[in-house]
């Protein structure tokens, strides 16, 4: 699971807040009890003064009177759980009883923070992005035209193909998945289609990175001039499980995002992590651009598909 390092630190924090909301709420209710019940209070107290005696005993190397401190504060322990038990309070749990609440179990993440992970990543996901109006179920074919166009291809046809496509992309990942690249004007479903890959795959517990490439290469690019040594934007990049990249070709033209654009592509193809990428440019102005040593790179590891047809954005503002 590769999710930022901010989302794994919210999830550790999210484990000890819930934990120290439970203790909280223990301790306001223990001490409601010892207003309550006076003896209670007084079983406490005794305990509490066994404690010390107990430390003088063992100073003193007195292993006979330690023994019957030990018996005593045996018998107020229970008599102090009986009065709980009774109370109907209970002491705080672990959050999670596998982990002990550490986090790690056998030196690795245990599930209890991948769990909280997933939960907190696609709730920002959910937050930035409009998730909720996009899905497979919403992509509409009828805005594709049935009729052959000039080119003898007919738009609908490969819609289709595209659709079930992203389908299978999403059904596969993160195995035996290519990486995608979709070509197209503006308006015929490309960001649609890979908003609809990001929530199927962020719902399956995936850690994925969705940006225009001049926000994704433009936070990359300012964390290397700004030469604090932090690499969590270009990480990010390079390491979430699955990376989108919306609009490609309408960032800012430089020869650092030329390189990094490279870098991630490259680096994404060498460790199996797929990649989906979105643009208006065609693949001649693609490797005009950033090229062969990219569009290579595309022919080899990605799917690509050019969808075709009418701006569905004007089509739809036509009808309202
Ligand atoms: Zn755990």
């Known amino acids: 699971m590769g ?24 301790a306001a209710s223990l001490a409601e009890l010892r207003g309550i019940d006076k003896e209670f209070y007084k079983i406490e107290l005794a305990l509490a003064n066994y404690g010390s005696q107990i430390i003088g005993a063992a100073i003193s190397g007195d292993s006979q009177k330690l023994a019957e401190i030990k018996a005593e ?19 705080p749990t672990f959050y999670c009883e596998k982990c002990k609440d550490s986090g790690y179990l056998g030196g690795k993440l245990c599930d209890c923070v ?30 594709y035209s ?19 496509l992203c389908k299978q992309f999403v059904e596969n990942f993160p195995n035996d998945c290519r990486s995608l690249l979709f070509i197209g004007d503006a308006g015929l479903g490309k960001t649609h289609l890979s908003l609809s890959i990001v929530k ?21 690019e300012k964390e290397h001039f700004s030469f604090s040594g932090e690499s969590t934007a270009l990480d990010s990049l390079l390491e979430c499980d699955l990376l989108v990249i919306d609009d490609l070709g309408t960032e800012f033209y430089s020869s650092f995002a030329a390189s990094l654009f490279y870098n991630i592509v490259n680096s994404r193809l060498l460790s199996g992590r797929p990649t989906v990428i979105n643009t208006n ?3 001649d102005e693609l490797e005009k651009r950033y090229t062969a040593r990219i569009t290579s790179r595309f022919i080899g590891g990605y799917d690509m598909r050019t969808l075709i047809g009418s701006d569905i954005r004007q089509i739809k503002a036509l009808e309202r």
């Open 3 to 26: 999710y930022r390092k901010e989302i794994y630190d919210k999830a550790f924090k999210l484990i000890a807040d819930t934990k120290k909301k439970e203790e909280g709420k223990f």
């Open 73 to 91: 504060c045996d018998k107020l322990n229970a008599q102090k759980a009986e009065k709980l038990r009774a109370s109907g309070l209970r002491q």
């Open 114 to 143: 991948k769990d909280a992970a997933k939960k907190i990543a696609f709730e920002e996901l959910s937050r930035s992005l409009p998730l909720e109006s996009c899905g497979f179920e919403n992509f509409d074919l009828n805005y």
């Open 146 to 164: 049935d009729k052959q166009d000039s080119d003898g291809a007919i738009p609908r046809k490969r819609a289709v193909a595209v659709l079930n």
């Open 200 to 220: 199927e795959i962020s719902a399956k517990g995936y850690g994925v990175v969705y940006g225009s490439a001049q926000n994704l290469f433009g936070a990359a």
């Open 281 to 283: 440019l065609g693949f």
